[in-house]
Nanobody, 113 residues
């Protein structure tokens, strides 16, 4: 049994920053690629970023240069540092084990003044 638990969401003003965390418990696949996705109200779930087991990262064009994905193998945790947030970044953010298709429950990010 694998559990992915996201945290770190909240309300932030435009231009602000948040750091999301996704911690894995249960059977740990330490070198699986992990991803972040987001789903805005009434829209499909979109891919945001992926990090490989070796630390290589890829980003959606919409977040490139503003978001950074990272991981700490010792803590079984993947992070998403989000800077220069804009209202269009408002969504529920999910982490996913890209190899085994495990999903977390999501954490809400709201960007509003």
């Amino acid at each position: 049994q694998v559990q992915l638990v996201e945290s770190g969401g909240g309300l932030v003003q435009p231009g602000g920053s948040l750091r999301l965390s996704c911690t894995a418990s249960g059977t740990i696949f330490r070198f699986d690629a992990m991803g972040w996705y987001r789903q805005a109200p009434g829209k499909q779930r979109d891919w945001v970023a992926t990090i490989t087991g070796g630390g290589g990262a890829n980003y959606a064009d919409s977040v490139k240069g503003r978001f950074t994905i990272s991981r700490d193998h010792a803590k079984n945790t993947v992070y998403l540092q989000m800077n220069s947030l804009q209202p269009e970044d408002t969504a529920v953010y999910y982490c996913r084990n890209q190899v085994r298709d495990y999903w977390g429950q999501g954490t809400q990010v709201t960007v509003s003044s």
